[in-house]
């Protein structure tokens, strides 16, 4: 059943992991619900307490969506292997389906009861921990790992280079990857062209700048040492 779904999105040229797009819906009502119990809590406005119970159960019903289709893109995606984010999204996930179950049942008859904002709380911030192991998932390969001395650059690459580098691609020019890029040589060249970054031919690119302000000399050093680590010197003969 699962690839039907996925063969249909590919003829529209959807080739991406659909969990992310549903998921919003049950994480953003999570918010809004919460909020808007605290603004009932606070000015004593039945209204408000109407809405947070009636987006709950919004994203009640998307909870039905968004758990198989999240199980569906873990087959496909990620051959259903047990890695730690995904244990920690399945707990969750189960926490933040029984809890809403919850807030629906007593919601009912009891708009009014103060273990309705208690619920809407855990439910918020059971979606900012499947949120987070979510982008672990996603995020935390793209800088692959290495030695502990290599720490500081590697966080300095996720934050900055790995949203376009990805493991050393380039998303936007791939045939200018940075893996084994020649600006890697060494590291005035490197700190020259991230200050600047320009095309080959010289024009300008679609690289950011990173300028002083955004980048310290100090922190450029560090990244470089994990980017020669990474993606260049495990690629020199090794006489
Ligand atoms: C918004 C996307 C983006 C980000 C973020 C980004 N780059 Fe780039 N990078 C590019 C593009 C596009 C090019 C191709 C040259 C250009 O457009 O200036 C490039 C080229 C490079 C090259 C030269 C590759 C070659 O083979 O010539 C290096 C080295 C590089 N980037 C390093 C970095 C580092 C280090 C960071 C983080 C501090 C970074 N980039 C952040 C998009 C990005």
């Known amino acids: 059943m699962g690839s039907v779904l996925y063969d249909l999105l590919a003829l529209v040229g959807y080739s991406h992991p659909v969990h992310p797009v549903l998921v919003h819906v049950p994480a953003g009502m999570s918010i809004g619900a919460f909020c808007f119990a605290l603004l009932a809590f606070l000015t004593k406005q039945q209204a408000y307490r109407n809405t947070a119970y009636q987006i ?3 994203a009640f019903v998307f909870i039905f969506l968004a758990i198989p289709v999240g199980f569906m893109d873990w087959q496909r995606f990620y051959g259903g292997a047990w890695i730690f984010e995904i244990k920690m999204k399945l707990a969750l996930a189960t926490l933040y389906f029984l ?4 807030a629906v049942v007593i919601g009912r008859r009891h708009h009014d ?3 309705m904002l208690a619920l809407y709380f855990s439910g918020m911030l059971t979606v900012g921990g499947l949120g987070f192991f979510g982008g672990q998932l996603v995020y935390r390969g793209f800088a ?4 502990a001395q290599f720490k500081i650059g590697r ?5 900055h280079c790995s949203g376009c580098h990805r493991r ?3 998303i936007i ?9 020649p600006q890697l ?4 060249d490197f700190l020259n062209f991230i200050r600047d970054p320009k095309m080959p031919d010289g024009s300008p690119g679609s690289m950011p700048r990173f300028t002083l302000d955004k980048l310290s000399d100090q922190e450029a050093k560090q990244l470089y040492d994990y980017l020669y680590f990474e993606f260049l010197a495990q690629k020199r003969p090794s006489y």
């Open 144 to 147: 692959p790992e290495a030695p």
């Open 99 to 102: 809890l809403m179950l919850t």
């Open 155 to 159: 966080h300095t690459f996720e934050s």
């Open 168 to 170: 050393g691609e380039n």
């Open 185 to 188: 040589q060494n590291f005035n």
């Open 173 to 181: 020019v791939p045939s200018l990857p940075l893996r084994n890029a």
């Open 56 to 58: 709950t159960v919004l």
């Open 113 to 115: 009861s103060p273990a």
